[in-house]
């Protein structure tokens, strides 16, 4: 592409629409704010997948399991009185890694397909656990008396505030993710998706390298757990339904994976979509269905990747 | 525990597991043949349900919805394969869950449209509303009884259609070489559209025999897709004896469970057993095309 050079259309529409995130509570409708917190929290639980889906190679269907237990951490703590953002937050990111860990020691024993049934299958075993657990909301979930406290530094129960953290934590998120996705590490477990063989006689340790990309995404993916039971002020085992990892993954490949802008305007992309579907009919699952069978089917680059940008050489 | 109790639930896992055999079944073939991951397999279970309960609306009778729905659910399943899942075969898993995927919410919706949002109850089929005595003072529901022998009965037909019939003899041969098949002058295009009716035909069937005793309502195939899924995994991916033998095996394992251990625990049951077979071999219990 010779001309394309000059004018980015990536990096423009990536200004563009950061740009457009950091005035959207300026304009005081309170309705745009939430809707936004909302769509930039799954912006995160996206970017998460796609470190797994699109860097590292391994389709889980399960992710939303990790959303779920950030959540449910915040959740308990709260009903135990215990506010504080810098303790459950920081424990909701530990747990979710922790189940992680298990999970993954376990699921990344095989690949391809069965990898996906089985990170499928221990999502629902953990939704199911939580539905049993009456004593938690069981599958009518709870709801949160407020949103955790920041030791009188910001004062998150006000909507356009809590829109500012979570824009922040987002752009923390994505600078983290670039990092990683340039290092060392990142080019290893790149190189592990592409032909784990030769990586694997290169003498990478790749059953780690994929270990610790999955429990470091789960993390990330417990964080946005944290955020949304924050922002619903509802923690309910819906949140962890193989439907709604399923939706992630819409999310990440409408986007576009394999880049880290593409999960986030997929998440803005479908949410919006939604939004404005379900305001003409209650049954826009009509419409959202055969939408997304003709996006898979026509063509996978996503939104980010029908843009051109300027290091394409195609 | 009692031995006349320990009968009754085992009979109640036998029944939860030939159900899930016809579900795996389906699905398992699919799989083998075509390489293709068909989640929206839990559709054709509800689809089967509502065509069965509609139909016995009108027509009063239970055999008769039995044999009008099932060969619609077939053409169902012909209808999809052609229109969407034949562009699949060569794309990898990920975008054959998109694709399913949205075909769930699909037919979620579609039935919500058509049957509205209520969940709907069907009647146990005449003459079958009864008990039957095992032994003395233990009975056991009759139509249950029947659901069990109708499963083992499917599972015996498939296998006499897949090892002694000539269609039987090509769904193998396709598995193994497809584009040689194709070479020697069969319509392979036709071939698997016709398996994935079948497959959609036997998950339909679970879903009339699940009619009267369960609620019939939109996403009622999501649960036992799950189920399946873990079925055919444990089984090994394309077996279909891996299939028959998983599923009995999930199906005694979940109902014991269930009455043995705490709720939380038990609902994980079948999970656990999975993740432990997979430890110990993580092709399943069957590799494939046994």
Redesign the interface.
């Known amino acids: 592409m010779a001309d394309s050079g000059y004018f980015d259309l990536r990096s423009a529409v990536l200004l563009l629409l950061l740009a457009a995130l950091a005035v959207i509570p300026l304009f005081g409708d309170i309705f745009y704010t939430r809707l936004f917190t909302r769509i930039m929290i799954y912006a995160m639980a996206a970017l998460s997948l796609d470190l797994i889906l699109g860097f590292g190679g391994m389709v889980s269907l399960g992710h939303a399991a990790f959303l779920g237990v950030g959540a449910y951490t915040v959740g308990i703590l709260s009903l135990w009185g215990v506010q504080s953002a810098f303790l459950s937050w920081p424990l909701a990111m530990l747990f979710s890694m922790l189940i992680a860990l298990v999970i993954g020691a376990i699921s990344l024993r095989v690949s391809g397909v069965s990898f996906i049934m089985i990170t499928l299958a221990f999502a629902q075993m953990l939704y199911y656990c939580f539905i049993s657990l009456k004593g938690y909301g069981g599958s009518d979930g709870m709801t949160l008396a407020g949103r955790s406290s920041l030791a009188g530094l910001l004062d998150i129960s006000r909507h356009g505030t809590f829109y500012y953290l979570v824009l922040c934590i987002l752009l923390l998120i994505l600078f983290a993710a670039n990092r990683l996705v340039h290092s060392r590490f990142g080019m290893a477990i790149q190189g592990i998706r592409d032909n784990e063989r030769r990586m694997l006689s290169l003498g990478f340790p790749t059953f780690r390298y994929k270990l610790v990309c999955f429990v470091f995404a789960a993390g990330i993916a417990g964080l946005a757990g944290a955020l949304m039971a924050n922002q619903s002020l509802y923690v309910g085992p819906a949140l962890m339904h193989w439907k709604q990892s399923a939706e992630i993954l819409v999310m990440v490949i409408l986007g576009g994976m394999r880049s880290l802008a593409g999960p986030i305007l997929g998440a803005l992309g479908l949410l919006l979509a939604e939004e404005i579907l379900s305001n003409y009919t209650e049954h826009w699952m009509i419409i959202l269905g055969p939408f997304l069978i003709i996006v898979v089917l026509c063509g996978r680059k996503g939104i980010y990747g029908m843009l051109k940008g300027a290091n394409d050489h195609d | 525990m009692d031995p006349m109790l320990l009968l009754v639930q085992g009979l109640n896992g036998m029944q939860l597991g030939v159900m899930l055999f016809l579900m795996a079944a389906g699905l398992t073939l699919v799989?083998g043949v075509m390489n293709l991951?068909n989640l929206a397999h839990g559709s054709m279970y509800m689809m089967g349900a509502y065509l069965a309960a509609s139909l016995q609306q009108h027509t009063g009778s239970f055999l008769l919805a039995l044999l009008l729905a099932l060969p619609a659910t077939f053409l169902i399943g012909m209808i999809i394969e052609a229109v969407?899942m034949r562009?699949?075969y060569d794309r990898d898993?990920?975008?054959q869950?998109?694709?399913t995927?949205?075909?769930?919410?699909?037919f979620?919706?579609?039935v919500?449209?058509i049957w509205g949002p209520q969940a709907h109850f069907m009647a146990l089929p005449d003459g079958l509303t009864g008990y039957v005595t095992l032994f003395p003072g233990v009975i056991y529901p009759a139509y249950r009884l029947i659901i069990i022998g109708a499963g083992l009965l499917v599972a015996l037909l498939l296998y006499l259609l897949i090892m002694k019939t000539r269609l039987g003899m090509l769904i193998r041969a396709g598995a193994s070489h497809r584009e040689m098949v194709g070479a020697l002058g069969v319509n392979i295009k036709l071939l698997y559209t016709v398996l994935f009716g079948i497959g959609s035909a036997l998950a339909g069937l679970a879903g009339m025999m699940a009619g009267p005793i369960l609620s019939i309502e939109s996403g009622m195939g999501?649960s036992v897709l799950?189920l399946a899924?873990?079925v055919?995994?444990i089984g090994g991916?394309g077996s279909i004896r891996g299939a028959l033998l998983a599923s009995i095996m999930v199906g005694v394992a979940d109902t014991f469970g269930r009455i043995l251990l705490p709720?939380?625990l038990?609902?994980?049951v079948i999970?656990f057993l999975?993740?432990a077979i997979?430890?110990r071999r993580?092709q399943?219990l069957f590799s494939a095309n046994g």
């Open positions: 799989f991951l969407a562009r699949l898993h990920l975008d869950v998109l694709v995927f949205a075909l769930i919410l699909f979620n919706e579609l919500r449209i999501d799950i899924l873990v055919i995994v991916l709720p939380a038990a609902s994980m999970y999975m993740a997979l430890y993580p399943g």
